[in-house]
Nanobody
Framework: QVQLVEFGGGLVQAGGSLRLSCAAS????????MGWYRQAPGKQRELVAT???????NYADSVKGRFTISRDNAKNTVSLQMNSLKPEDTAVYYC????????????????WGQGTQVTVSS
């Protein structure tokens, strides 16, 4: 019903920058929240940043001051600007959305993108 497609990612040297983008499409009535999670090898998936409808944003302590999340509600997109990247930021980054679907029941579901690799070399 809802698809999330991610763009961006890649290989960058420590101290560099990358920008991730994610576009949601499908049977969308409204998007309640969009965000980014990441999973490094051998570790659990963790929250990176979220943007809740109304403007509230949340960041993991490890990325505060370096990463910025932004949403375009008209386009159903979310972006993550990552600056001052560190080797420990290396992970697969996943887009996440909490969506009220455009069905008669207006059910709410959680959706994930396919993931995009970010590798930061030292």
């Amino acid at each position: 019903q809802v698809q999330l497609v991610e763009f961006g990612g890649g290989l960058v040297q420590a101290g560099g920058s990358l920008r991730l983008s994610c576009a949601a499409s499908g049977s969308i009535f409204s998007i309640n929240a969009m965000g980014w999670y990441r999973q490094a090898p051998g570790k659990q998936r963790e929250l990176v940043a979220t943007s809740i409808s109304g403007g509230t944003t949340n960041y993991a302590d490890s990325v505060k001051g370096r990463f910025t999340i932004s949403r375009d509600n008209a386009k159903n997109t979310v972006s993550l600007q990552m600056n001052s990247l560190k080797p420990e930021d290396t992970a697969v980054y996943y887009c996440n959305a909490i969506v009220t679907v455009a069905t008669a029941w207006h059910s709410v579901g959680e959706y994930w993108g396919q993931g995009t690799q970010v590798t930061v070399s030292s």
